[in-house]
């Protein structure tokens, strides 16, 4: 079965120069319209994509629903995709999971012995008996939404409690009780770089990932500035931007200029920050 | 497509003299035996329940965890289990998904479009953009969460912000903008019945899906007590109480006089509300 450290993340991180991960939101209207004639066109577009850019990241983040929405074929294609990606490769689910106890003890087995998944993103609403049955595993991890990249993450995120204290401080505080830094991770957006500053104060230990650079606007220097420990402690995650830079014949071949453009970006930061 | 409007919900739950919802929360571990020789025990519980059921509820409700769990073979059996609940019946895909607005968009088309749910529970935490997706089609549904049936409801769902409002408030108050009764419902936890009064009144005309009567410890006159409006308004569920009322060859019988046991209390409800 899969898992992995936070030594063997970061030692990964190092090796590769790169804090990189890659969304895999394959959606049949914009991959490559000849990948359609496959048997299996979302994991053949997966399988290149892989095979292009294994060496420039750290991690592969599957979003559910993009695989969900075409029912069984979806999940099979997402099955084949994990057992592709190497195991020194960290792999995500996407699927913002969190219900009562029992049940997200059931979403748990889904993502971390059917799937086989190294993580899965947790929704923290219902509270803690929503996210711990996901923490039972030895080498698993639980990446819990804290601040996302939306723009409804005004709604709620940062309503502020009697104490001055805001909903998404509170969701770290609280979590940081349920799970360490070996086990949990938060989704911090690209998009609120400042307020990855207050996080990373909050939380100095923990691992977060970062969406929202590329497609949604972030920045990736200003992630690297609020968002660093000295573990590196940021997985930046780039979907659209590399898997669509390309729609022709020479797809894997574009993702991989994209994903090589923003691995020697990280390389330089790595350098300049001695890791 | 199935769909239903808030009329015809209101019309079978008087014709019934019903407003029970069943969760169909299918674990192997505890479907009697004999019916793991068939080649979709799954599906063949769900079938007799279902045949056992029909007349004494309004509502089933897969939570989707218990699907998922197994892969591709769930997501048969849930289609399977869709397919085969009559369609004056209302269906709640119980998934508490809910992402970015592009991710949202695949989710709907998961349980609106390939499994043809009339509607599927929401986790409100990443806001507007994660829940407005859902709504956009006609004669479907949303079943926001507001305050669940759980201990980690305690976390977060009842802070209070600087205006004295709790954050379950702030969800009623935010999303009525989002979607008007016909279309949007919230879940209301059983096991806090005081609270539902207070839902109520700040959500009069809206739907409750309210679970947590039976395993979890909620009462039945207190929900109706408290949750009560002019057209009903409370879908009450129960998922173990029922379907694992019996364990042997006599499992459905024994499901059917668990649910006929609600139903008659509902039945007497309803008359003495004048429905």
């Not at 063997?8 to 004639?37: A, R, T």
């Not at 993009?66 to 099979?76: A, L, N, P």
């Not at 799937?115 to 923490?135: E, H, K, Q, R, W």
């Not at 500035?225 to 995650?237: A, E, H, K, M, R």
Request: glycine letters at 8%; proline letters at 3%.
């Amino acid at each position: 079965m899969r898992g992995m450290t936070k030594e063997q993340l970061v030692e990964n991180i190092k090796k590769k120069g790169s804090f990189l991960c890659i969304g895999l939101d394959v959606d049949l209207d914009k991959i490559p319209p000849f990948l359609l004639e496959y048997e299996d066109p979302i994991f053949e577009f997966n399988k290149r994509i892989i095979d292009a850019t294994k060496d420039l990241c750290v991690a592969y983040k599957p979003n559910i629903a993009f695989y969900e929405c075409h029912g069984t074929k979806g999940w099979e294609a997402l099955k084949k995709t994990v057992d592709y990606i190497p195991d020194d490769i960290f792999t995500i689910a996407d699927a913002k999971r969190g219900d009562i106890g029992n049940t997200s003890h059931y979403y748990a087995k889904t993502f971390f012995e059917y799937m086989n998944f190294d993580s899965v993103t947790v929704a923290p609403y219902m509270g803690v008996d929503s996210v711990t049955p996901f923490l039972e595993y030895d080498g698993k991890w639980v990446i819990l939404l804290a601040l996302t990249s939306n723009k409804g993450a005004l709604d709620f995120q940062f309503t502020t409690d009697i104490n001055g204290e805001k909903l998404f401080e509170k969701v770290l505080k609280k979590s940081a009780a349920w799970g360490n830094s070996s086990q949990l991770m938060y989704v911090v957006g690209a998009t609120r770089s400042e307020a990855i500053g207050e996080v990373r104060a909050m939380s100095p230990d923990y691992f977060f990932l970062v969406p929202g650079v590329g497609a949604q606007g972030g920045s990736l220097e200003d992630v690297a500035t609020y968002g660093w420990n000295d573990s590196c402690g940021i997985l930046v995650n780039s979907s659209r931007g590399i898997i669509y830079a390309g729609n022709e014949e020479d797809f894997a071949d574009k993702a991989r200029l994209a994903a090589l453009d923003l691995q020697s970006q990280m390389a330089k930061i790595l350098k300049e920050k001695g890791l």
